[in-house]
């Protein structure tokens, strides 16, 4: 089954960074824009980055805007989000999708093939 798997996510201190990663089962995935988006406990699942096909237009979430970068080898079929500066308000369950529509707006409706998801905890 043709899937997207997250990895990269950890315990780090508030100010560290970290490095998630998307990969790939199927190369097919390269020709679609891939978001990431995050849900805290308690609280609705939200927008964070997304980036087109190419890698040549990307999209941010205000809160997290100069501090992540997304990007994406699609020749390794993986996508990536750099993450810095990171807050005790980031921590959550990072998941990526393909956006089926073909744009990297910030409407997870328009998203599918999730991931299973990556633990981000940021301490104080």
């Known amino acids: 089954q043709a899937q997207l798997v997250e990895s990269g996510g950890g315990l780090v201190q508030a100010g560290d960074s970290l490095r998630l990663s998307c990969r790939a089962s199927?190369?097919?995935?390269?020709?679609?824009?891939i978001g990431w988006f995050r849900r805290a406990p308690g609280k609705e699942r939200e927008f964070v980055a997304a980036v087109t096909a190419s890698g040549g237009s990307t999209n941010y979430a205000g809160s997290v805007r100069g501090r992540f970068t997304i990007s994406r080898d699609n020749a390794g079929d993986t996508v990536y989000l750099e993450m810095n500066s990171l807050r005790p308000e980031d921590t959550a369950v990072y998941h990526c999708a393909a956006n089926k529509f073909g744009n990297i707006q910030d409407d997870d409706n328009q998203y599918g093939y999730w991931g299973q998801g990556t633990q981000v905890t940021v301490s104080s």
């Open positions: 199927e190369h097919i995935f390269m020709m679609y824009p």
